[in-house]
Structure formats: C-alpha cells, structure tokens
C-alpha cells in the first residue's frame, strides 16, 4: 500500500509514502501539512512527508462504517473510527487516549477550537465536550 504526493501541475509524484498494511482506506493530513495519518484493515499509521518515514503505528480494529480519521486543530490527537468505537490517540505515538463506545461508529470531526467534537453512527449523531471524554488508563 502506499500514497502518492503531488504537486500542481501533477506531471510526476513529489514522493510515493508506503504503508504497512495492505490498504489504504483512509487518509487526512495533518493542520500543518507535514503528516500524514493513513487508516487501513490492519493498521493505523501515522508518516512523516520529508523524508516518508514511518512515525508511529498501531493496530486498527476495523468495523464501524468503514474507515475514517480525523487531526485535531492543533495537530496534537487523531480520532478513528474502530469496530464499536470512536478512538482517540496522540498523533505523535498513537497511543490510546480515550473512546466512545458506539454500536455503528462512521465519522468525527474537531470543531476549530477542539473543545467540541462531532460524531457519527447510523443511528444518530452527538456533540460532545472533548474534555468530558473518559482518557483510557
């Protein structure tokens, strides 16, 4: 698996950054550019785009609607979706800091400030307080 970094106007790829899994499923760059956060069937990794290495990674328990990862504003957490679960990590080793159980997890999104976050499952949506978020021991 790998991505593809390209400049305008596309004639030929900047960098081809690979990935450890199989897949790539889903991606999101960091506030600064400087990262990217890929999301695939067996993992969750997190690459530096300057020289493409491989700053942290962790097992990705797949479920929920798919695939989806979110920066915080401040470049400082990721939110994945897992299997029954919204999961929050520190962007810089991927470690579990807290989760929201949810029966079908699809989406989150920071709001610009971080104190809010949105997030999605079929059944409905909430918008919760990132500060009331139970951190993982």
Same mark, same amino acid.
Request: proline share 5%; hydrophobic share 40%; with cysteine.
């Given at each position: 698996?790998?991505?593809?970094?390209? +400049?305008?106007?596309?004639? /030929?790829? *900047?960098?081809?950054?690979?990935?450890?899994?199989?897949?790539?499923?889903?991606?999101? #760059?960091?506030?600064?550019?400087?990262?990217?956060?890929?999301?695939?069937?067996?993992? #969750?990794?997190?690459?530096?785009?300057?020289?493409?290495?491989?700053?942290?990674?962790?097992?990705?328990?797949?479920?929920? $609607?798919?695939?989806?990862?979110?920066?915080?504003?401040?470049?400082?957490?990721?939110?994945?979706?897992?299997? /029954?679960?919204?999961?929050?990590?520190?962007?810089?080793?991927?470690?579990? *800091?807290?989760?929201?159980?949810?029966?079908?997890?699809?989406? +989150?999104?920071?709001?610009?400030?971080?104190?809010?976050?949105? *997030?999605?499952?079929?059944?409905?949506?909430?918008?919760?307080?990132? $500060?009331?978020?139970?951190? $993982? +021991?």
């Amino acid at each position: 698996s790998y991505v593809s970094v390209w +400049a305008w106007p596309f004639t /030929k790829p *900047l960098a081809r950054l690979e990935g450890a899994g199989s897949s790539v499923e889903a991606l999101t #760059i960091s506030p600064d550019g400087t990262h990217l956060c890929l999301q695939g069937y067996e993992s #969750i990794e997190v690459l530096r785009v300057a020289d493409q290495s491989r700053v942290a990674i962790t097992p990705n328990d797949f479920g929920g $609607s798919g695939f989806s990862v979110a920066w915080s504003p401040d470049g400082g957490e990721i939110a994945s979706v897992q299997s /029954k679960a919204i999961v929050f990590h520190r962007s810089d080793t991927l470690e579990r *800091l807290a989760s929201v159980d949810l029966e079908f997890p699809s989406d +989150a999104a920071f709001s610009p400030d971080a104190r809010l976050v949105a *997030l999605g499952c079929w059944e409905s949506g909430v918008l919760v307080e990132r $500060s009331s978020l139970t951190r $993982s +021991a």
